[in-house]
């Protein structure tokens, strides 16, 4: 007998689907009557207010509302994400795409994305930036108003496809499926369009304090949007290899703060750092405090933002490259001996020495590649801006920008990759401290061989989904064996299990408790004392609702699927920036030309 795929996993109701369709038909429709009531010279409510914020900040009226619902709108995501991931953590799968109180805010965050994008479009007037994308004759929109649009379509289409992807495969939960990633990945990308939008307005107004900041906190929300793909990581529950830890960490940091520094002046690093802190912590309080769920862990990247000022103040802003590079390879190294050392005080899995020479390896290779990236888009924001280069510098500035690219990428496609080698097994000893309803024990175990966990990235203990969570690792009692630090529960929904990561990327588990599941025609499973049990591949344990009947190639075609619109989005960010940039040198090299005549 096979289990409806609906009934199989947390997929989405009628109801849910109409929902959703409901409120994006509403929003799609108020969206389109604005566009039509602006576009053909009528008064609206929201041209009033975007004429009245315009006037009193000195910006284009199509410039003058984004920047603060951009910001609501990555808020709502943020913490959404945040807290979605945590009560999956606590307590297990959901019932479709509203079936935590956490999908909501994600959603109307998304939606807000889009909202930012359409909304320049609809209000588009001069004065425009020198380089727009022209939609009919009479109506160009800035380019950052296409970005966004773009970047927050791809995000909501994430939400639908979400739960087919689920209705195929059934429940990954991994942050790193590819319809999460899909949603995460263009509320990130549309931060690269704010800062654009940012230019377009420094193009046409010069700037201020108030543009300064935004642009500051903009790097901000781009260091807490990095951090989101680390989740799994600061939760203490990561299903890929370790080693990807630090170099997000390198890549997120070096190429926002270098393409901050590289842009303003000094101690604006700082600033970012401050505004990632506040707010990142803010929601890691919020998430474990209000809502109780569990602690979200992050990095503290003051290290990182140290490097960048000093490399800063000591080799200037004039080269950005070089500013990239150094500061990139400092972080690299520097940075990630300093998050190694922050992992050992608050991160719920700490780095093991073993790691450190790869980290430090991949770690220079990634923050060199990201530096570049960064001075790149720094180059091209400042060229939007009105800054003159001449066309062989730009050549060459494109060019170390996709070093930059094919670096970093090439880093992170050589760590992602798992495997999950036979061999490894254990007996197992329950030492009980509880029992009855709710029975706890201790768990130790004797490998074979007795040599597996040496060395390992990481030997531990897992409870997680029976209305909380717990990491904890595995302590060596004598050759080959080891126990857990606390009782597992082995009750009620709770999956206890012991994990062990070896080498750069070997990943597998064992069993130790988790309860039957008819929805998706699991067995119980109890250890008992004494029981020898074989180490299985981690994906098995920790994925236990996806489906093993779906044949490979809808997998790879999902993921494939996912790095066309990846690179799309990529593609998009490269073209429309560097289209801006070309109308920014065109449009600064003319008004240098008439300041020569005037003389």
């Known amino acids: 007998m096979t289990v409806p795929l609906a009934a199989s996993t947390g997929t989405a109701t009628f109801g849910q689907i109409a929902i959703v369709t409901g409120l994006v038909a509403l929003m799609y429709l108020a969206l389109a009557v604005l566009l039509w009531r602006e576009r053909t010279g009528r008064v609206t409510l929201v041209g009033r207010l975007a004429d009245t914020i315009g006037r009193l900040h000195g910006v284009p009226r199509w410039a003058a509302l984004t920047p603060y619902l951009h910001v609501v709108s990555l808020l709502a995501c943020a913490f959404g994400v945040w807290w979605d991931i945590a009560i999956h953590i606590d307590k297990g799968r ?20 889009i909202v930012t994008g359409v909304l320049p479009i609809a209000l588009a ?20 108003a296409a ?126 750092l401050a505004v990632y802190l506040v707010v990142r912590g803010g929601i890691a309080w919020a998430v474990a405090e209000p809502l109780g769920q569990i602690v979200g862990h992050f990095p503290l990247l003051i290290v990182e933002a140290l490097l960048v000022e000093g490399v800063a103040f000591a080799l200037g802003n004039k080269n950005r490259f070089r500013l990239g590079a150094v500061a990139g390879a400092l972080i690299g190294t520097v ?86 080698d036979p061999g490894v097994s254990a007996t197992v000893s329950l030492d009980r401290v509880a029992t009855g309803a709710e029975p706890r024990a201790y768990v130790t175990v004797r490998l074979d061989p007795a040599d597996a966990a040496d060395g390992a990235r990481w030997f531990q203990a897992l409870a997680w989904q029976g209305g909380g969570s717990m990491t904890r690792p595995m302590v060596k009692v004598a050759d080959g064996t080891y126990r857990s630090t606390e009782p597992l529960p082995m009750y009620g929904k709770w999956k206890s299990m012991v994990r062990l990561h070896r080498g750069p990327r070997d990943m597998v588990a064992m069993w130790v408790y988790a309860p039957e599941d008819l929805k998706i025609e699991k067995p119980a499973v109890q250890v008992s004392n004494g029981q020898r049990v074989e180490f299985i591949g981690e994906q098995q344990v920790l994925r236990r609702e996806e489906r093993t009947d779906v044949p490979r190639w809808m997998w790879n075609g999902g993921y494939a699927l996912l790095a066309v619109v990846g690179a799309m989005e990529i593609l998009g960010i490269a073209w429309l920036v560097g289209r801006g940039a070309r109308g920014g040198r065109l449009r600064a090299a003319h008004l240098e030309a008439r300041k020569v005549v005037v003389r």
């Not at 630090?246 to 393409?259: D, E, K, N, Q, R």
Request: net charge positive; proline share 7%.
């Open 125 to 144: 007037r001069k004065p425009l930036p020198a380089r727009t994308i022209k939609l009919t004759k009479g109506w160009r929109i800035p380019c950052s």
């Open 147 to 272: 970005l966004v649009t773009v970047c927050g379509t791809f995000a909501l289409v994430g939400f639908p496809l979400d739960d087919m992807w689920h209705r195929l495969f059934g429940e990954d939960v991994t942050l790193w499926g590819p319809t999460h990633l899909l949603m995460i990945g263009g509320v990130v990308f549309s931060i690269f369009a704010r800062l654009l939008a940012s230019a377009e307005v420094e193009q046409l107004v010069g700037l201020n304090i108030r543009r300064r900041f935004q642009e500051i906190a903009a790097v901000g929300a781009l260091l807490i949007a990095w951090d989101l793909f680390s989740t799994e990581f600061n939760y203490g529950v990561p299903q890929f290899p370790l080693i990807l830890q630090p170099i997000l960490i390198v890549f997120g940091s070096a190429m926002a703060f270098t393409l901050l520094r590289a842009r303003r002046g000094p101690g604006t690093t700082f600033a970012a």
């Open 94 to 113: 959901d019932a479709g795409p509203f079936g935590t109180a956490a999908h909501y805010p994600i959603f109307f965050g998304i939606l807000g994305v």
């Open 335 to 420: 940075g990630v001996l300093a998050e190694f050392w922050w992992s050992s005080v608050w991160m719920p899995i700490q780095w093991p020495a073993s790691m450190i020479p790869p980290a430090l390896g991949f770690g220079v290779a990634t923050g060199i590649g990201a530096g570049l990236l960064g001075a790149w888009l720094a180059t091209r924001y400042a060229e939007v801006a009105g800054e003159v280069r001449p066309v062989p510098s730009v050549r060459r500035t494109h060019q170390l920008g996709a070093v930059g690219l094919v670096v970093v990428v090439a880093a992170l496609f050589f760590c992602v990759p798992r495997s999950a």
